[in-house]
């Protein structure tokens, strides 16, 4: 036999003795099988994070200190005006981390000159006051705008009655 002949009688012989081992198997249809069902825990809650709480700064509230109105070229001190001094010198005796600046204002009649005068002397009147109060001297400054800065541009009785005062500047 030839080569040839050999080889193809042993590949036909394979074939013989493999073919029975394959012959027929068990067929599992997909309705015979039962679902498998694995209850799933939860996942766990999330890690809280340990925070540290900042204190919360609270911003001090803004001083605000009400303007004293003078009468027509005085500076003296109206009754109805001594309580709100009072409310602003227990303000600042509060605070004592604020300085204020005092100014005196007129109305626009006078001189310059003499406008500068009573405007001093209405902020004197308030800063002694303040001190009288218990304010220390040391916060306290005043300056006389005369009737340089009116808080009423007009020119009659109610401009000028606004105009005749002393205002409480907050220094920063």
């Known amino acids: 036999m ?3 002949n050999v080889l193809f009688l042993v590949l036909v012989l394979a074939l013989v003795m493999i073919l029975p081992a394959c012959a027929k198997k ?6 015979d099988i039962e679902p498998v069902v694995e209850e799933i825990a939860p996942p766990p809650p999330p890690l809280q994070e340990e925070v ?6 609270e911003e001090p509230e803004p001083v605000v200190l009400e303007d004293i109105f003078f009468d027509y070229d005085k500076f003296n001190i109206r009754d109805e005006y001594k309580g709100v001094l009072t409310a602003n010198a227990e303000m600042l005796l509060d605070r004592p981390e604020v300085t204020l600046l005092v100014e005196g204002h007129c109305d626009e009649r006078g001189t310059s000159e003499y406008n500068l005068a009573l405007g001093e002397k209405r902020a004197k009147a308030i800063l002694d006051f303040l001190v ?10 005043l300056v006389s705008y005369g009737e340089e800065k009116p808080f009423d541009g007009g020119h009659d009785e109610q401009a000028w009655a606004s105009n005749r005062r002393a205002h409480m500047a907050v220094k920063q």
């Not at 009288?132 to 400054?141: E, P, Q």
Request: aromatic fraction near 8%.
């Open 2 to 4: 030839t080569r040839f």
């Open 26 to 31: 068990d067929v599992v249809e997909v309705q």
């Open 52 to 57: 540290e709480e900042v204190p919360v700064i």
């Open 132 to 141: 009288a109060y218990g304010v220390g001297a040391d916060r306290l400054s």
